[in-house]
């Protein structure tokens, strides 16, 4: 196919290019060297002809004809880049943000613990979470072996259990914060202790 076939043929899809046709007095659309025509002739050069399977137009791969999808639009593109940057802007200049619409605070220490600075240290944190933070707060004595209670790690894992299924939602923060000794025992594994 030359050139000229081509535009003859995608004419009405080319931008710019409706309604025009090439005449045979206008210049040559193709940008050949009209001069090579006569420079050699016929008789002088051999010249392949193809086979009449391979010459035929249907078997060539046709040009792409819609948007590339490998590439995003230009306008497309401008347009999200703004958008961002202004969202962006926004959020940036907003004090107080947060990437959360609520937060918990479990604050957990030994009942009957007679260091006094455990309590005192419990109630000033708590303070600096309401005060500072607004985040709710429960603070909780974990019992020790007694009558009412048998097991202190029974009635731990209830309450962390309650604390995090109330309000279990993506965006509430809950923080645990435990005053207390620990260890690891034979298996490696945490024990909280007295």
């Known amino acids: 196919m030359s050139w000229e076939d081509a535009v003859e043929k995608f004419k009405n899809s080319l931008p710019g290019m409706q309604g025009k046709s090439h005449t045979g007095g206008q210049r040559p659309l193709s940008p050949q060297d009209q001069s090579l025509k006569s420079m050699y002739g016929d008789q002088e050069m051999d010249i392949d ?3 009449g399977r391979l010459g035929e137009s249907r078997i060539r791969t046709p040009l792409p004809s ?3 999808l490998d590439k995003p639009g230009g306008l ?3 347009e999200v880049k703004t958008d961002l940057q ?5 959020i940036l200049s907003n004090p107080h943000r947060s990437r959360y619409a609520g937060a918990q605070v479990l604050l957990l220490h030994w009942a009957g613990d007679h ?3 455990v309590s005192s240290a419990v109630n000033e944190l708590a303070d600096v979470f309401d005060q500072y933070y607004r985040y709710t707060f429960q603070i909780q004595a974990i019992p020790s072996t007694s009558e009412s209670c048998k097991s202190p790690w029974r009635w731990l894992s209830r309450k962390i259990t309650d604390f995090s299924e109330e309000r279990d939602q993506r965006d509430v923060l809950k923080i645990v914060y ?3 000794h620990s260890y690891l025992d034979d298996n490696r594994e945490m024990v909280l202790a007295r």
């Open 66 to 68: 819609g948007p590339r």
């Open 115 to 117: 260091d006094p600075h």
């Open 86 to 90: 202004s969202n962006v802007a926004r």
């Open 49 to 51: 002809s193809p086979s």
């Open 76 to 78: 497309t593109g401008i």
């Open 178 to 180: 435990y005053n207390g």
